[in-house]
């Protein structure tokens, strides 16, 4: 990590390889099942020693998949965010067997900051629900589910 004293400059070089690199985290999910082959890939930015957070992720479903409940995905650094549907970013879902894609926003479920959740699943029609079983489809083999978003930690 670079640290700045009285009269260095910003350089590209400073910014390639120090500023903006991300960095793979494991994260955990809360009523996800990946299926036999499944994979999640979680990476992170978090600038210097400052408190902008950066995050992306994306779930590609093996073979018998499964989603039980309203989905969370674990954040790289705890949130300081302070109250429930804090907008932390956005989401796309691809039912690959139509295809099909839905959207929404990333929030925060979690007062304790350690965790996003899957909001507003939007196909056209109401209702707008946070995905969880079978909402807004039944999830199976070659599905993706994507992210990213922002935050300030904690």
Known sequence: MKTFATGDKLTATVLNDTMWSFAAYTATTTNITLGGGGVITTN???FGTGDLVFFNGLITFGTSPAITGECRVSLPVT???????????SWIYRDNSVPD????SLGAFDLAG??????????GT?????????????VAVDDRLSWSGWFIAA
Not at 114 to 123: C, M, P, Y
Not at 126 to 138: F, G, L
């Open 44 to 46: 992170y930015c978090r």
């Open 79 to 89: 949130s300081a965010a302070t109250a429930y549907q804090w907008c932390y970013g």
């Open 101 to 104: 894609h839905y959207s929404g």
């Open 114 to 123: 350690a965790e996003t959740g899957f909001s507003g699943a939007w196909n």
């Open 126 to 138: 109401a209702p707008y629900k946070r995905i969880t079983t079978n909402v807004p489809v039944a």
